[in-house]
């Protein structure tokens, strides 16, 4: 997540141990990761443990709504206040991105997306009466060197990667 320079590092690098999914529960697999949160480390259990530390780190047993208060709402506030933001998600097909970011439909299982416009509207919704509010946002998947804009009409075209040496 990008901060604004009022922090003293502008980008935060988060893990999270991604809950077993109904089956990998019925084939018997166990999580070899152990998030101690604590600390910001994340430890892989096997032949050697490995140790790494993030700025932040969830075990697989933390809610949609506490891995949005930790890693989106601070960029979100910023946001209103009228810096950039952005929110990341990145790691290997199956690692838990879009539960992530999209979540359920239930309340309790809603993702950073969802999250985030729901902060934005009640903002503008406890301030519209002095200010007014513009509200853009991009939602891109980049996968196998391929770029999509999610919020396209037609999200399954690929867009162009253009590279520019002015800046």
Same mark, same amino acid.
């Given at each position: 997540?990008?901060?604004p320079?009022?922090?003293?590092?502008?980008?935060?690098?988060?893990?999270?141990?991604?809950p077993?999914?109904?089956?990998?529960?019925?084939?018997?697999?166990?999580?070899?990761?152990?998030?101690?949160?604590?600390?910001?480390?994340?430890?892989?259990?096997?032949?050697?443990?490995?140790?790494?530390?993030f700025?932040?780190v969830?075990?697989?047993?933390?809610?949609q709504?506490?891995?949005?208060?930790?890693?989106?709402?601070?960029?979100?506030?910023s946001?209103?206040?009228?810096?950039?933001?952005?929110?990341?998600?990145?790691?290997?097909?199956?690692?838990?991105?879009?539960?992530?970011?999209?979540?359920?439909?239930?309340?309790?299982?809603?993702?950073?997306?969802?999250?985030?416009?729901?902060?934005?509207?009640?903002?503008?919704?406890?301030?519209?009466?002095?200010?007014?509010?513009?509200?853009?946002?991009?939602?891109?998947?980049?996968y196998?060197?391929?770029?999509?804009?999610?919020?396209?009409?037609?999200?399954?075209? !690929?867009?162009?990667?253009?590279? !520019? !040496?002015?800046?």
């Amino acid at each position: 997540r990008i901060m604004p320079n009022n922090n003293k590092e502008s980008i935060k690098v988060v893990f999270r141990v991604r809950p077993l999914n109904s089956k990998e529960q019925q084939q018997g697999r166990q999580i070899a990761t152990v998030a101690h949160e604590k600390e910001g480390v994340i430890e892989i259990q096997g032949d050697a443990t490995k140790r790494f530390t993030f700025d932040a780190v969830f075990s697989d047993q933390s809610t949609q709504r506490q891995i949005y208060d930790v890693c989106a709402a601070p960029v979100v506030q910023s946001v209103l206040e009228g810096y950039n933001g952005t929110v990341f998600a990145y790691g290997q097909t199956g690692a838990g991105k879009t539960h992530t970011m999209e979540g359920q439909n239930e309340p309790s299982s809603k993702g950073i997306i969802p999250n985030t416009f729901e902060h934005i509207y009640d903002h503008i919704a406890l301030n519209s009466t002095k200010d007014r509010y513009l509200v853009r946002a991009s939602y891109y998947e980049i996968y196998n060197e391929e770029i999509r804009d999610l919020l396209s009409q037609t999200p399954q075209r !690929s867009l162009d990667l253009k590279e !520019s !040496s002015g800046s």
